[in-house]
């Protein structure tokens, strides 16, 4: 009966969800009693996150012992990027998953020393909508969009910014060339989550990148 496989399918994703926010709530007791901070960043392919995660571990790995988790459906260049800033790096292939979850997390956290890691930053899998399902258990999630991806991209993707902590509108360097409203992407942004903390950045020239790393370290 249709009735009933529409039925089974809802049945499949609440329990796929339930045992994604258990296993995410496992993940968070992990890292606070190991006293580790951690950040999952999330946004669209080109928006710029990798350059931004390497901006911030450049400027801080001399204080902080950090590890890097990668997360893509196929290859390690993200990580490899990374990795040349002296940073550890785990790299997560999904597949055909379209981001990660908390069980990928998970085994990280069970199977890695954390003895001496006091900050973990995550680059989950590059897309705007799958990433909102999927709790992973961390102290921030970071939404990422850039200029370029045109000035209705925050509004076509709300439920992002609705569950984040901190948003980041990136590329600003080109806001010379580009057609749109910086200004009004923060409006967007606030009408969706008035409590979110915005930053207008640029990972190429490192504008309001201390800004950022000050706000999610202190």
């Known amino acids: 009966m249709p009735g009933n496989k529409t039925s089974r399918i809802i049945e499949l994703n609440e329990d796929l969800i339930e045992n994604n926010d258990r296993l995410a709530e496992e993940n968070k007791q992990i890292l606070k009693e190991k006293n ?14 990798t350059a931004i995660i390497e901006n911030i571990v450049e400027k801080i790995s001399r204080d902080y012992n950090i590890l890097v988790i990668n997360g893509d459906v196929a290859t ?8 040349k ?5 785990i790299q997560i292939n999904t597949g055909r998953e379209c981001a990660l979850n908390s069980y990928h997390i998970s085994q990280v ?5 954390l003895n001496e890691v006091n900050v973990v930053f995550i680059e989950n899998v590059g897309n705007l909508i799958c990433p ?7 102290e921030k999630r970071i939404v990422i969009v850039s200029i370029t991806e045109g000035p209705w991209v925050i509004r076509k993707h709300p439920m992002l910014f609705k569950f984040s902590d901190v948003a980041i509108i990136n590329k600003i360097d080109l ?20 409590n979110l903390k915005i930053f207008v950045t640029s990972a190429t020239t490192g504008e309001n990148i201390s800004k950022l790393i000050n706000y999610i370290l202190n």
């Not at 390690?76 to 990795?83: H, L």
């Not at 806001?175 to 008035?194: G, L």
């Open 109 to 113: 956290l069970k199977n890695y020393d």
């Open 132 to 138: 909102s399902d999927f709790i992973l258990g961390v």
């Open 175 to 194: 806001k010379d060339v580009m057609d749109v409203n910086i200004e009004d992407m923060v409006k967007d942004a606030r009408e969706i989550n008035p």
């Open 85 to 89: 800033h002296g940073v550890r790096t």
């Open 76 to 83: 390690r260049i993200d990580a490899d990027r990374i990795e």
């Open 36 to 49: 580790i901070r951690s950040y999952d960043f999330v946004g669209a392919i080109g928006a710029g996150k």
